[in-house]
């Protein structure tokens, strides 16, 4: 906002608590909690040689502290309470509901992730499992199933078999691009526990929000379950095999729970797209006569 922030008593926030706010990432500046700014202030008033009691006296003074209780000056007297601030500054000061769950969220995604991280190298508790994890991270790699459907493809006899097949090169495709474009987008690191000894990458492939391998599992499973004609086992085994491979990436140190917990989410979503949008020789025509010129 274009105004300055005011104290209760009308002054400029920044005379009120100028001698601990020297850091604008503190919640006077509007970048933290109570308990931090209480904590920093502290900090810097040790370093700078200050009496700690008193310092607390003052970050006490902040405005997140008057938030609950009304300032030192006005506890001890028994006059009218106090004005109320105006609505723009109590948004402004109380910490938002939303940022403290996206904290705790995010928290508790890294601590998780580290936890069931077990694979992550030879060392790791269930180092011996690696192999094997990484046999399951090549069933859901994008070369693979790109490479599989175009095989698919070249084989197929019939009409409505090549019609399926290039729907699922088309869903290949737009999945790559929209995790690719995600990627850039968040850039979230990998896990520090990572080895990146991954096979065959894209550049955007080193951040980790959303997995590739989640969206793909999520979207192919579900279009197998869609147009494959199957028996009860072996869709039990389809959906057992997504939700293993996206353990897996977890378990390897490759992604955090969020990153494959958002991937499922977005290839559930992807699959409705292509179902929207699905290609027939009706409205694609000039696809399928082109391939069949092949
Ligand atoms: C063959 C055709 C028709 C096109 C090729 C298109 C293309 C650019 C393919 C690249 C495939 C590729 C290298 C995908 C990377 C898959 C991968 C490692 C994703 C990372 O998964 P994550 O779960 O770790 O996020």
Same mark, same amino acid.
């Not at 705790?104 to 190298?121: E, N, P």
């Not at 790791?124 to 499992?129: E, F, I, K, N």
């Given at each position: 906002m274009a105004s300055p922030r005011r104290s209760v008593e009308g002054r400029p926030l920044g005379a009120s608590v100028s001698s601990n706010t020297s850091n604008p990432g503190s919640p006077a500046h509007g970048g933290g909690s109570s308990g931090r700014f209480e904590f920093q202030s502290l900090l810097s008033s040790r370093a700078a040689g200050v009496d700690p009691t008193s310092a607390r006296l003052r970050a006490s003074e902040s405005p997140v502290h008057r938030r609950g209780s009304f300032p030192v000056a006005a506890a001890g007297s028994s006059q009218a309470p106090p004005p109320s601030l105006p609505e723009e500054d109590r948004m402004d000061l109380n910490p938002s509901f939303l940022g403290i769950a996206l904290r705790s969220l995010l928290a508790i995604d890294l601590w998780l992730s580290k936890k069931l991280g077990v694979c992550a190298g030879e060392s790791s508790s269930w180092g011996s499992v690696r192999p094997l994890m990484k046999l399951l991270e090549i069933s859901g790699h994008g070369i693979t199933w790109l490479l599989g459907t175009l095989y698919c493809l070249c084989r197929s006899d019939s009409w409505a078999g090549r019609e399926v097949l290039m729907n699922l090169l088309f869903a290949l495709l737009l999945d790559l691009l929209v995790v690719a474009l995600i990627k850039g987008l968040v850039r979230r690191?990998?896990?520090?526990?990572?080895?990146?000894?991954?096979?065959?990458?894209?550049?955007?492939?080193?951040?980790?929000?959303?997995?590739?391998?989640?969206?793909?599992?999520?979207?192919?499973?579900?279009?197998?379950?869609?147009?494959? #004609?199957?028996?009860?086992? %072996?869709?039990?085994?389809?959906?057992?095999?997504? =939700? +293993? /491979?996206?353990?897996?990436?977890?378990?390897?140190?490759?992604?955090?729970?969020?990153?494959?917990?958002?991937?499922?989410?977005?290839?559930?979503?992807?699959?409705?797209? #292509?179902?929207?949008?699905? %290609?027939?020789?009706?409205?694609?025509?000039?696809? =399928? +006569? /082109?391939?069949n010129q092949q």
């Amino acid at each position: 906002m274009a105004s300055p922030r005011r104290s209760v008593e009308g002054r400029p926030l920044g005379a009120s608590v100028s001698s601990n706010t020297s850091n604008p990432g503190s919640p006077a500046h509007g970048g933290g909690s109570s308990g931090r700014f209480e904590f920093q202030s502290l900090l810097s008033s040790r370093a700078a040689g200050v009496d700690p009691t008193s310092a607390r006296l003052r970050a006490s003074e902040s405005p997140v502290h008057r938030r609950g209780s009304f300032p030192v000056a006005a506890a001890g007297s028994s006059q009218a309470p106090p004005p109320s601030l105006p609505e723009e500054d109590r948004m402004d000061l109380n910490p938002s509901f939303l940022g403290i769950a996206l904290r705790s969220l995010l928290a508790i995604d890294l601590w998780l992730s580290k936890k069931l991280g077990v694979c992550a190298g030879e060392s790791s508790s269930w180092g011996s499992v690696r192999p094997l994890m990484k046999l399951l991270e090549i069933s859901g790699h994008g070369i693979t199933w790109l490479l599989g459907t175009l095989y698919c493809l070249c084989r197929s006899d019939s009409w409505a078999g090549r019609e399926v097949l290039m729907n699922l090169l088309f869903a290949l495709l737009l999945d790559l691009l929209v995790v690719a474009l995600i990627k850039g987008l968040v850039r979230r690191p990998r896990p520090a526990h990572n080895q990146m000894d991954m096979f065959v990458t894209l550049s955007v492939d080193k951040y980790s929000f959303p997995s590739g391998h989640a969206t793909r599992a999520s979207l192919v499973s579900r279009f197998i379950l869609k147009h494959l #004609v199957l028996a009860i086992p %072996l869709r039990v085994l389809v959906v057992l095999w997504a =939700f +293993i /491979l996206g353990l897996s990436r977890v378990m390897l140190g490759r992604h955090n729970v969020t990153d494959v917990a958002f991937g499922f989410f977005l290839g559930y979503m992807q699959y409705s797209i #292509v179902d929207y949008c699905w %290609l027939s020789p009706h409205n694609a025509p000039v696809l =399928f +006569i /082109l391939w069949n010129q092949q």
